[in-house]
């Protein structure tokens, strides 16, 4: 599913605006070092520092099989 960042936010403000609590507290963004890869990640901070979550990294790199 692609998503555009509002349509994100708004999601996150639906879901965790009857409680009052953090909606997420980890977020787990994957890097391969392309443009739409940072997109995200620059997506993910922003919503972090909104949720007060934590932002955990992950690449992975093919075997040299």
Do not use: K, T, Y
């Amino acid at each position: 599913i692609e998503m555009r960042r509002s349509e994100v936010f708004n999601l996150v403000d639906h879901l965790g605006a009857h409680d009052g609590d953090r909606l997420l507290s980890d977020i787990l963004v994957s890097i391969s070092g392309e443009e739409h890869a940072w997109s995200a990640l620059d997506q993910a901070l922003e919503l972090a520092c909104r949720e007060g979550a934590r932002i955990l990294g992950l690449h992975v790199a093919p075997s040299e099989q």
